[in-house]
Structures are given as structure tokens and as C-alpha cells.
């Protein structure tokens, strides 16, 4: 069994595909680890409506090819259309960020996520969720590298902030005073 990280991001009808990832993830691969739910900007966009992201974590034995293949039909099925353009709109964006301390291509796809420790979004409900973890390659924990990326400046370029946000009748996190 390997710890899978993964990010989970909407930006078309947020509360409602966010829930029904949740519901698949949990309804697949059993008790999650959830970070909070965090609103963002979005990053690379031209124009586009701010996402809700945040990280889930469980335990899971299948090969990474099945996990992405996993996650890819239930984008399709969610209204992710096949072939849209990187920076369009999406109903739901899951993107594989760890598989235990696997590292390189692995069945096609690259681990760990380049984008791990280069955007807020990613950074940092991995920080709060799952802060004693360890990045797979510079093998220093996610808190460590979530301050390190505050300390230079890189979290002022990425606004983001929890929402309220209750999945199956529980908490999962709670709008900033800040927002």
C-alpha cells in the first residue's frame, strides 16, 4: 500500500463537483485525508472564474497507470470535455501529486506532479493536511517547503483562501476572516 496524494480542483459548479469526486474517491478507495477547501485565482488563466482546490489523501495498492486512468473517466464523466484547451474551464481537474516514494515517469505519468511545490494551490493544503509527509525527490516536508515558498514572496503572487465548505454532513473547512 502506498499513501496517494492527489489535487482536486473546480471551477464550474465548484460545490457540487468537488462533492461528487469526494463521494467516488471515498466510495473506491475508502477513508480519505482531506486539506481544507481553498478558493483561488486561477493560475495561467486569461479569463476564468476562481477555483475551489484542495488535496485528498489515502492509502492504495493499484499501479499509477489505473489511478490515472482512474481519475481521467471520472473527469470525462464529471463534464470534463476530452481535448479542451490547458487553460479552459473545468467542472472537475484531479491530478495525481504523489504515489508513495515513487519518482519519474511511471506508466506515463510524472511523479511526483511538477507543480507540487511551485503553486499555492497545491502547496499549500499539503502543508496543512499533510505537513509531515515528505516531497519524494528534495525529501523535506511539505510544511517546511510551504514556508520556505511564503518566505520568498512566491504565496503573494497566489491568493487563496479557505471557504466553507461540508461534505456528507461534516466540516471540511471554514471561510477565512481574511477573504
Not at 465548484?14 to 467516488?24: G, T
Request: proline share 3%; charged share 25%.
Amino acid at each position: 500500500m502506498s499513501l496517494v496524494l492527489m489535487s482536486i480542483g473546480s471551477n464550474i459548479e465548484r460545490d457540487h463537483h468537488v462533492s461528487l469526486c469526494l463521494d467516488a474517491l471515498e466510495e473506491t478507495f475508502g477513508t480519505l485525508t482531506l486539506s481544507s477547501v481553498y478558493e483561488s485565482e486561477p493560475v495561467g488563466f486569461i479569463d476564468g472564474r476562481n477555483f475551489y482546490n484542495l488535496v485528498a489523501g489515502f492509502d492504495c495498492d493499484w499501479e499509477v497507470g489505473e489511478l490515472q486512468a482512474w481519475c481521467k473517466q471520472l473527469e470525462f464523466a464529471n463534464g470534463r470535455l476530452k481535448g479542451s484547451p490547458k487553460f479552459s474551464p473545468r467542472t472537475l481537474d484531479i491530478d495525481l501529486l504523489t504515489v508513495g516514494s515513487l519518482t519519474g515517469e511511471v506508466d506515463g505519468v510524472m511523479l511526483p506532479r511538477d507543480e507540487v511545490d511551485c503553486n499555492a494551490f497545491v502547496l499549500l493544503p499539503l502543508a496543512e493536511a499533510f505537513g509531515d509527509e515528505r516531497h519524494p525527490l528534495s525529501g523535506r516536508d511539505y510544511a517546511s517547503l510551504w514556508h520556505d515558498f511564503m518566505a520568498e514572496g512566491h504565496a503573494a503572487q497566489q491568493r487563496l483562501w479557505t471557504v466553507d465548505f461540508s461534505w456528507r454532513c461534516r466540516r471540511i473547512s471554514q471561510a477565512s476572516a481574511t477573504a
